[in-house]
């Protein structure tokens, strides 16, 4: 045999090796991984001894999603083997969470259990609208307030709309008579983080704005899933830029967001409790510090952007809320 043909022999029979042990996919080296356990809805509302069902499935690191066998469990009332959950009788935010059957990997969305007959709204922001209006449903930081911005949307997605200088948030809170004891949940989306734009979702409880005042409790996440994420809870004093804190832990991983991620909060008496994905993240008495305690107000959103560093303005669009929800807390 020519030592050329026997090269070629060579050549082909190590080509066909390769080809073989990555199982014909030339494209890649390795078996797609597990990445997360997600589960469907991602959040949900549920009056108080109803159900709702959830589904489960691992998206792999190629994208792909697949069956998956897990193990249920929740707070705030029971769930089947087969994901239904029953929801209790008491109000509030909970959480269903799904285990990897055999492994530790696990995922959970948020649930609101309400009472029946509460006041509630929920919505995927199904129009093109800036401001959102929705049919009179919300009023905002720039067309009521003056000094604040707006928020707009587009099918499918809210977001703010701050361009100048700090402390204009975004601001839109529902209309209406709401009951004092309330809680909000809306599912964020986030791409592109950058610490330096200080990127913030924000929920709004027991809040009011008029022409120069803009008054009611913020619960803001940071657009972040480094050392930098945190979570603040803040009261709105009314004139532009005052503020106080009323919840302002170490900055600190845990508090990190990713999209497709819920947030929540709620107000109790005098008490905001602040979630993610059901989880919570802090928690605070608002007479603790002095100053005025709101008693009455509706819940709302907003955004934050920090437009001086370089690279920030405009980048309104990579974070929002895909979707909404805020309810009365009617205690029985």
Known sequence: MKTADLRFILAVSAISLMVACRGGDSGS???????????????????????????????????SMVAVAVTFAATGGTITSGGLFAAGSVPGIYQVIAT??????????????????????????????????????????????????????????AIGNQAGASYTDATALLTGAWGPDQMVSATVHTVKQNDACYQEVELRLRSAISAHVNTGYEISFKMSQTSQAYLIIVRWNGPLGNFTYLFKPARDAKFGIKDGDVISASIVGNVITAYINGVQKGKVDVTSIGGTVYATGSPGMGFNLENAPAGCSGTNGNYGFTSYTAADLRFR
């Open 100 to 157: 990897e059957r055999g492994g530790t990997l696990a995922g959970s969305a948020a649930v609101m259990v309400v009472s029946t007959g509460a006041r509630s709204y929920t919505t995927n922001f199904p129009l093109t609208e800036n401001p959102i209006s929705e049919g009179g449903r919300w009023i905002n930081g720039g067309a009521a307030g003056l000094d604040w911005t707006n928020v707009s949307t587009t099918p499918g997605l």
């Open 29 to 63: 080296t390795s078996a797609p991984t597990l990445r997360q356990i997600v589960l469907a809805p991602t959040s949900a509302r549920v009056s108080g001894g109803g159900a709702q069902p959830f589904t489960v499935s691992e998206r792999r690191s190629d994208g």
